[in-house]
T-cell receptor, first 110, second 110 residues
Framework: DGGITQSPKYLFRKEGQNVTLSCEQN?????MYWYRQDPGQGLRLIYY???????QKGDIAEGYSVSREKKESFPLTVTSAQKNPTAFYLC?????????FGSGTRLTVV | GEDVEQSLFLSVREGDSSVINCTYT??????LYWYKQEPGAGLQLLTY?????DMKQDQRLTVLLNKKDKHLSLRIADTQTGDSAIYFC??????????FGTGTRLQVFP
């Protein structure tokens, strides 16, 4: 079955560490996205990529980095520069008819 | 403004109809979407409507679009406890990029 796989489902990070969240899709979609979700704030766009080897900053890109070396993969790195990284992170890919979302990664700083 | 706006909470009795409202901002949006998010999960596409349509019905779901007022609504008939979730509307502004509302938490009580 086609879909998007995010891993891990839960992730704990110590302050000062970088962590990388995985996102893989086998839908053959060109566009992929990373969103951050905080309670009561909806989804905020971190980065998006419309084609391999190209990506753009979203509304809250500071403290995050991405790469898009393969069509199937769009990993997100949460760097130590991100001051408040505890959140639920959602990856998505899209066609014009809508987005397909992964099941999310909950990141907690300890 | 730049935001897609939704009320934060809606509480309905099981068997009643639910109406979730959304106000969007970009009159050139091509598609408008409704997504459902259950606890700890990603977003699931429920339905979408093309901007030249006024209404779309899909089983228990009815979407109404008022382009003049930039108002979108989702009606769920015969609401069940399994409909309890967060519902997001979204508008497409540029190619493949969606702007999400803040989400409406629907609570269904017996």
């Amino acid at each position: 079955d086609g879909g998007i796989t995010q891993s891990p489902k839960y992730l704990f990070r110590k302050e000062g560490q970088n962590v990388t969240l995985s996102c893989e899709q086998n839908l053959n979609h060109d566009a992929m996205y990373w969103y951050r979700q905080d309670p009561g704030q909806g989804l905020r766009l971190i980065y998006y990529s419309q084609i391999v080897n190209d990506f753009q900053k979203g509304d809250i890109a500071e403290g995050y980095s991405v790469s898009r070396e393969k069509k199937e993969s769009f990993p997100l790195t949460v760097t130590s520069a991100q001051k408040n990284p505890t959140a639920f992170y959602l990856c998505a890919s899209s066609t014009r008819y809508g987005y397909t979302f992964g099941s999310g990664t909950r990141l907690t700083v300890v | 403004g730049e935001d897609v706006e939704q009320s934060l909470f809606l509480s309905v009795r099981e068997g009643d109809s639910s109406v979730i409202n959304c106000t969007y901002t970009d009159s050139s949006s091509t598609y408008l979407y409704w997504y459902k998010q259950e606890p700890g999960a990603g977003l699931q596409l429920l339905t979408y409507i093309f901007s030249n349509m006024d209404m779309k019905q899909d089983q228990r779901l009815t979407v109404l679009l008022n382009k003049k007022d930039k108002h979108l609504s989702l009606r769920i008939a015969d609401t069940q406890t399994g409909d309890s979730a967060i519902y997001f509307c979204a508008e497409s502004r540029n190619t493949d990029k969606l702007i999400f509302g803040t989400g409406t938490r629907l609570q269904v009580f017996p």
